[in-house]
């Protein structure tokens, strides 16, 4: 089993940064894809950003991309998610997950982390 815990969300204006956190423990992250996602009131979660298990390889949805950074730190155990320049769109609960190497769909998901941009 994998817990996830995800912290530094907030409140925040247009334009301002925030530097999400997601801290795993029970089991170390090197053998897991992970991602960040995110789910805006009223709307279906959707996916924002993903970093391969080797930290190489990163993906990112087109309206964060240039705005949000994703990386990892094996030693911490610990994924976080830069963003820069947010707008109100940007407005959600945001999850971290993890997918297990060989497996199709995330398998651990954890609480999420509010942020707020005003306008």
Known sequence: QVQLVESGGG???????LRLSCAASGRTLSNYDMGWFRQAPGKEREFVSAIRWNGIST??????????????????????LQMNS??????????????????EKYDYWGRGTQVTVSS
């Not at 409140?11 to 940064?17: E, I």
């Not at 990112?60 to 030693?75: E, L, M, N, Q």
Request: glycine share 10%; charged share 20%; hydrophobic share 30%.
């Open 11 to 17: 409140l925040v204006q247009t334009g301002g940064s």
């Open 59 to 80: 993906s990112s949805a087109d309206s964060v991309k240039g705005r949000f950074t994703i990386s990892r730190d094996g030693t911490k155990n610990t994924v976080y």
């Open 86 to 103: 947010l707008k109100p769109e940007d407005t959600a609960v945001y999850y971290c997950a993890a997918k297990q190497l060989g497996s």
